[in-house]
Nanobody, 123 residues
Framework: QVQLVESGGGLVQAGGSLRLSCSAS????????TGWFRQAPGKAREFLAGIRYSGSYTSYADSVKGRFTISRDNAENTVHLQMNSLKPEDTALYYC????????????????WGQGTQVTVSS
């Protein structure tokens, strides 16, 4: 079992930045990749970025490539999502998730989820 807790959401103006954090706990967390997702009202949950435990592999959705950066601090069992140049359409509930070994952009293939943190971008 892996437990995940997100933090760092809030209200920001368009063009601003936020850094989200995902803290992991549980057994064998060093076998797990971590991903970030978001879900806006009335829309499907979408993959944003993923990273292996080693940090040697990262992947991004085209919609956030160049604006969002995923990183991890394994000493703290924490994964961050740095979000720059935020737009009103980035407004959503942001989740982190974990699965064994390697990230995937298939939402259904992630095993453990946090409760989410709200990000609101005003125009």
């Amino acid at each position: 079992q892996v437990q995940l807790v997100e933090s760092g959401g809030g209200l920001v103006q368009a063009g601003g930045s936020l850094r989200l954090s995902c803290s992991a706990s549980g057994r064998f967390v060093d076998n797990y990749a971590t991903g970030w997702f978001r879900q806006a009202p009335g829309k499907a949950r979408e993959f944003l970025a993923g990273i292996r435990y080693s940090g040697s592999y990262t992947s991004y959705a085209d919609s956030v490539k160049g604006r969002f950066t995923i990183s991890r601090d394994n000493a703290e069992n924490t994964v961050h999502l740095q979000m720059n140049s935020l737009k009103p359409e980035d407004t959503a509930l942001y989740y982190c998730a974990a699965r064994l070994f390697t990230p995937t952009d298939y939402v259904a293939e992630w095993d453990y989820w946090g409760q989410g943190t709200q990000v609101t971008v005003s125009s």
